[in-house]
């Protein structure tokens, strides 16, 4: 088990690095806004639970091949902006089709588990969390008390549950503000067009930021 002395300064870590806006909030905040809450809070959920498996990675020495290889870290960096900007052009080329899929559950319902694994694709292809872990995960292991890939694995849950519970939040956020558009299918229209626009955007940024190694 980590001890509390390590716990709560990752901890408060943490949350002052998940509250401020980033990647992960912009994708989620594009999702609502073109399709809505349900889409964004399952988007949240893959996510997130792509997250942890770069966690996991961590704990079992990937993370240490990533952050010392620009290749690897590069092809996945590029993966994962070309996923975000193929996910944005499609919400832009969709977005005259909104005001029938936020009438339609049963669309939605459909689409619930196929939200779910973009989400995740999204998460475990961001090398920056990988990176981010690969450094500072081990800063807080005890390793006088060993099992230190158990104690990574109990950390990076603490870190992706307040990112689950800020994302969420924001994503809520973003779904209200999408229902008074709602009221007149050229707003949704406009909308929907941001939320593509915004994934486009973050997709493009990904890919020119990052190490320069």
Avoid: C
């Avoid at 104690?151 to 229902?179: C, E, H, K, P, Y």
């Amino acid at each position: 088990m980590v001890p509390v002395d390590r716990l709560l300064p990752f901890a408060a870590m943490s949350f002052l690095l998940i509250v401020v806006p980033g990647p992960s909030v912009l994708f989620v905040v594009g999702r609502a806004l073109a399709q809505g809450r349900r889409a964004a809070l399952t988007t949240v959920v893959g996510n997130t639970a792509g997250a942890y498996v770069l966690i996991v990675a961590v704990a079992l020495g990937v993370g240490s091949v990533v952050e010392r290889s620009v290749l690897v870290f590069t092809a996945l960096k590029l993966a994962g902006a070309a996923y975000l900007v193929y996910l944005g052009v499609k919400a832009w080329r969709e977005r005259g089709a909104l005001r029938a899929a936020f009438t339609g559950d049963g669309a939605a319902a459909q689409g619930g588990l196929r939200t779910f694994w973009e989400g995740f694709a999204v998460g475990v292809t961001n090398p920056k969390t990988i990176v981010f872990f690969a450094a500072v995960l081990p800063q807080f292991v005890d390793r006088g008390r060993g099992h230190a890939a158990a104690q990574m694995l109990v950390l990076g849950l603490v870190f992706n549950l307040i990112a689950l519970a800020s994302d969420t939040v924001w994503g809520l956020a973003a779904a209200t503000a999408r229902n008074w558009f709602a009221q007149s299918p050229r707003r949704l229209s406009l909308v929907g067009g941001a939320g593509g626009l915004t994934m486009i955007g973050l997709g493009v940024t990904v890919a020119v930021t990052g190490r320069k190694d």
